[in-house]
C-alpha cells in the first residue's frame, strides 16, 4: 500500500507565538481508517487543518504522496484529500446545486445518474435532490455534506467529529456509512471523534493528541486495551465514565 501522507515534525502556533501543535510526525497509508482521539483543546482540529492546507505549519513538512504540500495547488490538493466538519453548513439551493459546488471548482459539473449515485451512496432518495438544501434535517444535511465531498472524488477523508451534533440514531446510521466508504471503496480515513466508543468501534489504528503532541499511536483494539501512556489511560478512563453517564 502506498504512504500516502507523510507528516514531518509539524509545529503550528497560535497568533501570538503559542505552539498548539509541538511537534508531530506520522505517516497515513492507503486504505488506513485511522480515529483521532484525545482531550479538548489539544489540537485534534488544527492537525486535520493542516492536512488539507486549511492552514499551513509554522515548521516541518507535510507531503501528499512524496510531494511537500508548499508544491501543490491547494485546489487539487482539497480535492483529493476532502474534509467534512461537525456542524454540516448548506449552500443556498437545493441539494442538487450544493452537490455541483465541488465539481463546478473544477469547471466540471455531474449528470443526473452521478447526482443519483452520490446520493445512493449516502442513503438519501433521489427525490431529495430538488429540495431545499436549507430544509432538511441535521442528519440529512450531514448526509449532503458528505455527499458534496464525494462529488469530488477525494482519495482521503478527513472527518471532524461529524457525528457529534446528531441523534443517537442518525450519528449510527451516518458512523456505518462512512465505514462503508472504508469497507467497500477502501477510502483512507482519518476521522476525529470525542465519542470515544465510535472511536474504538470504527478505527483500524488510533491517534492520541494531547497538549499538542501525538501521545500514542497503534492498532485501536491496543490503544483502548492497553493503553501505554498515563495520559491516555486517565483520558479514556474518564471519558468512557462521562459517556455512560450521558447515556
Ligand atoms: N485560530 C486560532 N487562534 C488561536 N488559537 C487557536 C486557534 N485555533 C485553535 N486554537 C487553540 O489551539 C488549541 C487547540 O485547538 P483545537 O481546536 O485544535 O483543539 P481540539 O483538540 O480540536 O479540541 P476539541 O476537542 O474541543 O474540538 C486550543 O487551545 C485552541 O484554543
Ligand atoms: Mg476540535
Known amino acids: ?62 507531503r501528499f504522496k512524496g510531494k ?18 461537525q456542524m454540516p453548513t448548506m449552500l443556498s439551493g437545493t441539494v442538487r446545486d450544493n452537490l455541483l459546488i465541488g465539481p463546478k471548482l473544477f469547471r466540471q459539473t455531474l449528470t443526473e445518474k452521478e447526482i443519483d ?25 450531514q448526509r449532503v455534506s458528505l455527499a458534496r465531498t464525494l462529488a469530488n472524488q477525494p482519495e482521503i477523508l478527513l472527518l471532524d467529529e461529524v457525528t457529534a451534533s446528531l441523534d443517537p440514531n442518525s450519528s449510527l ?3 456505518e456509512l462512512i465505514q462503508t466508504l472504508h ?8 476521522w476525529v471523534s470525542h465519542n470515544l466508543k465510535q472511536a474504538k ?26 493503553p501505554q501512556h498515563e495520559v491516555t489511560r486517565e483520558f479514556i478512563a474518564t471519558s468512557f465514565d462521562e459517556e455512560v453517564e450521558n447515556e
Open 201 to 226: 468501534r470504527v478505527g483500524q489504528y488510533t491517534w492520541v493528541i494531547a497538549d499538542g503532541k501525538i501521545i500514542e499511536k497503534g492498532h485501536t483494539n491496543e490503544v483502548f486495551e492497553h
Open 183 to 190: 469497507q467497500q471503496q477502501g477510502k483512507t480515513i482519518l
Open 117 to 141: 449515485n452520490l446520493l445512493e451512496q449516502v442513503a438519501l432518495p433521489k427525490t431529495l435532490k430538488d429540495q431545499d438544501a436549507r430544509s432538511l434535517s441535521g442528519g440529512q444535511k
Open 1 to 62: 500500500m502506498e504512504e500516502l501522507i507523510t507528516i514531518e515534525n509539524i509545529v503550528k502556533k497560535d497568533n501570538k507565538g503559542n505552539p498548539i501543535l509541538k511537534g508531530i510526525s506520522a505517516k497515513v497509508m492507503e486504505g488506513e481508517l485511522i480515529t483521532i482521539i484525545g482531550p479538548s483543546g489539544s489540537g485534534k482540529s488544527t492537525f486535520l487543518s493542516l492536512m488539507n492546507k486549511m492552514a499551513d505549519p509554522d515548521s516541518g513538512i507535510i
Open 68 to 85: 511537500p504540500y508548499h508544491e501543490l495547488n491547494v485546489l487539487e490538493l482539497r480535492k483529493k484529500i476532502g474534509m467534512v466538519f
Open 173 to 175: 446510521e451516518i458512523e
